[in-house]
């Protein structure tokens, strides 16, 4: 893949209409948790779940090509959970990360998969690098009105975005009932903002056609590996130890209740959202695609 340097902005002009603006105090909300990850980096990697071998069979039977061999930019890599199972399928990986905590504990642990500083919303790669771009619970970070343009820049012809989720499996009782707790403790409900991930949402322009899969899987930890995992979510890093220190404390309780052996056994809904670029020869022949007449709502 080709190597990061200074990459100067993309010479075209977007040809859809800008999202509007958030307001001051949402925007300074969605900053803090994008960055509360940064102090917990150790936390995060040592608590939250992978994905399982199915979402990446997934990946390259929609994307049309394996990963093995592929150049592949993982964007948000965070602390490279992701990057490890891509690069374990032979894809020729670089990570992209705009926290210096998260990109600190990657070089720790992830020392044969190079990673870059830089965010989806600007991206440090070269133009038509990268046969895959990959968001592994990261699109969220990003400005839409701006990151499909700058993966639409990255990507080859024929190349591929692919955007995934662990979900909770709300139809789990246990799931749905401490998710309940949570949203009545810090008056967020963080399991529906998981869920509400589609393809409209993905990207507001409509520029690009996302085909939808959904993996169940699970996986049994520890009962501290579970509450870790929650406690690295940025709600709880937003929200001060003390307010979040009292959530988990209650919620060990419930959760002995539930698994008095300690074990835990958490259930997820992967989601993704993958989305192929035109070949070179479909590119040359498509019409051109009118931007949409109302600025996008989402």
Known sequence: MTTP??????????????APA???ARA?????????????????????PSYPPALFDAIGELAGRPLAGARVADIGAGTGIATAR?????????????GAGMAAEFRRTRADVPIVRGSGNALPLADH????????????WTD???????????LRPGGALALWWNTDALDVPWIAASAARVQRHFGLDIAAEKRDVDAGAADPTGRLRFTRREIRWSRRVPLE???ANIGSHSIFLTHGEEHSAAFLAEER???????????VEETYDTVLLLATTPTASTASTAPTIPPPPHPPTA
């Open 5 to 18: 340097g200074p990459v100067p902005p993309p010479t075209h002009t977007p040809t859809h209409a800008a």
């Open 22 to 24: 958030p307001t001051p």
């Open 28 to 48: 300074t909300t969605h900053t803090a948790r994008a960055h509360s990850f940064n102090a917990a980096a150790a936390q995060y990697a040592a608590g939250r």
């Open 86 to 98: 891509l690069h374990a399928r032979g894809a020729d990986v670089i990570a992209v990360e705009p």
């Open 129 to 140: 690098c990268a046969d895959l771009l990959t968001y592994a619970q990261a699109w969220h």
């Open 144 to 154: 839409p009105a701006r990151a499909v343009p700058e993966a639409l820049r990255v």
């Open 225 to 227: 590996t579970h509450l």
């Open 253 to 263: 309780r419930h959760l002995l209740a539930a698994f008095p052996d300690g074990a």
